[in-house]
Structure formats: structure tokens, C-alpha cells
């Protein structure tokens, strides 16, 4: 079992940054590929970055290219998104999650296994 908190969301005006953390509760964090997705109203959930196990991988989505850095730091079990530029578009609830899939960059949600709660993240125009 792994445990995700996320924290750092809020509100902030188009051009501005966030950054997103997400604390895993384990031993094992290390094991597992993490991923953000984001979901808005209305709308399905979203993939928008992966890191692999060591850090070394990396997968954006195309609209987070050149805007969001997805890391992590394994002798602190935590996994960020920091999120700069942004735009009323990226508008969504951001979820982190854990996956122990044999691969070293995960897309897919359903291939993940544990998710955190959430944390709001709300751009103004």
C-alpha cells in the first residue's frame, strides 16, 4: 500500500507558477513510477507527465511541454510538478500517482495503483 498527499495547489493569474508536491507514505516509493494527471470539470482525467523509478525518464503531455517539470526525490518519498506559465486552461484538480507497472514511463490511468486525493489548482485570466 502507498499513501499520496498532494499539496501546493491554489489560485493564481495566468503567467504565473505552482508548485505541486506530493508526499508517498512507505518504504517503497522508490519502486513505483509516479505521474500527474488533472481532471476538469466535465471533462476525464488527463494525462500530464511521468517520471520513472530512478528519475532518468520523463514523459510530458504536449500542452505541458516547455511549461511544467515533473521530478522526484526519492530519499524524501515526494514527487513534484512545478507549474509555470500557466494558463486558464490548466484549470483542473491535479491528482499524483503510483505505479508498479514494469515499464519505465507510464501513460495510461488505469495502469496506475494508487492515487492521492487531489489538490485544486484554479487560473485566473
Known amino acids: 500500500q502507498v499513501q499520496l498527499v498532494e499539496s501546493g495547489g491554489g489560485l493564481v493569474q495566468a503567467g504565473g507558477s505552482l508548485r505541486l508536491s506530493c508526499a508517498a507514505a512507505g518504504r517503497t516509493f522508490s519502486t513505483y513510477v509516479m505521474g500527474w494527471f488533472r481532471q476538469a470539470p466535465g471533462k476525464e482525467r488527463e494525462f500530464v507527465a511521468t517520471?520513472?523509478?530512478?528519475?532518468?525518464?520523463?514523459y510530458y503531455v504536449n500542452s505541458a511541454k516547455g511549461r511544467f517539470t515533473i521530478s522526484r526525490d526519492n530519499a524524501k518519498n515526494t514527487v513534484y510538478l512545478q507549474m509555470n506559465s500557466l494558463k486558464p486552461e490548466d484549470t483542473a484538480v491535479y491528482y499524483c500517482?503510483?505505479?508498479?507497472?514494469?515499464?519505465?514511463?507510464?501513460?495510461?490511468?488505469?495502469?496506475?495503483?494508487?492515487w492521492g486525493q487531489g489538490t485544486q489548482v484554479t487560473v485566473s485570466s
Open positions: 517520471i520513472s523509478r530512478s528519475g532518468s525518464n520523463i
Open positions: 500517482a503510483a505505479s508498479a507497472l514494469r515499464a519505465s514511463v507510464v501513460l495510461s490511468p488505469q495502469s496506475y495503483n494508487y
